[in-house]
């Protein structure tokens, strides 16, 4: 069974700061990886999308990789910003047609002005 | 484009009543997903529709939940009865395409579900 480590599972940095979320996967064999970011109250929002050909992706501030071999990505976000708080999701489907997208637990980052 | 709506934004009613939570995907996608999300177990998928038919209900908890998708644009998930143990945030989401991970998923801002 697919599970979804996030670490660490909260984060608070000073305005400005560079910094790194990860996310690991027990099976390595991820097909398409996503992450997602979710403010209070409310659903959650894509913010990069991986497929299966890819290694990684970027949009502004943020970038994402995926290492396929150790099943373990990574999410970058660079001169944060306190919009930037908020929960971050990453979830991915496996090889072998699985259509099932599993999610971890999330890191809550606070950025402080 | 309005996104995925769902309704009522927040339930709360006693154990043994039935609740009825509702969505409209965006117009145009052709998957349909529900989750429900707790502190303890995160995000779980419920059930999947593509083209209105369920694909995997295997997430589905028990027989007192159900899915239907009459429609294109239209989703209910019904619990009956309820119970405490139902009470979580229950999300729809939906994407385009026979999905596979392969387009982004838009979730709507959920349904809050209470059950005393």
């Known amino acids: 069974k697919q599970e979804v480590t996030q670490i660490p599972a909260a984060l608070s940095v000073p305005e400005g700061e560079n910094l790194v979320l990860n996310c690991s996967f027990t099976?390595?064999?991820?097909?398409?990886l996503q992450w997602f970011r979710q403010d209070p109250g409310k659903g959650l929002t894509s913010l990069l999308l991986?497929?299966?050909?890819?290694r990684e992706q970027t949009s502004g501030r943020l970038n994402a990789s995926l290492d396929k071999s150790s099943g373990r990505s990574t999410l970058y976000i660079a001169a944060s910003q306190p919009g930037d708080s908020a929960t971050y999701l990453c979830?991915?489907?496996?090889?072998?047609?699985?259509?099932?997208?599993?999610f971890g637990k999330g890191t809550k980052l606070t950025v402080n002005p | 484009d309005a996104g995925v709506i769902q309704s009522p934004r927040h339930e709360v009613t006693e154990m043994g009543q039935e609740v009825t939570l509702r969505c409209k995907p965006i117009?145009?996608?052709?998957?349909l997903f529900w989750y429900r999300q707790t502190m303890m177990r995160g995000l779980e998928l419920l059930i999947y529709?593509?083209?209105?038919?369920?694909?995997?209900d295997s997430g589905m908890p028990e027989d007192r939940f159900s899915a239907k998708m009459p429609n294109a644009s239209f989703s209910t998930l019904k619990i009956q009865p309820s119970e405490p143990r139902d009470s979580a945030v229950y999300f729809c989401?939906?994407?385009?395409?026979?999905?596979?991970?392969?387009?982004?998923?838009?979730f709507g801002n959920g349904t809050r579900l209470t059950v005393t």
């Open positions: 989401a939906s994407s385009f395409g026979a999905y596979r991970g392969r387009s982004p998923l838009h």
């Open positions: 099976d390595s064999a991820i097909y398409n």
């Open positions: 991986i497929q299966s050909s890819q």
């Open positions: 979830a991915g489907n496996t090889q072998g047609g699985s259509e099932k997208l599993v």
């Open positions: 117009s145009g996608h052709n998957s």
């Open positions: 529709f593509n083209n209105n038919v369920p694909i995997d």
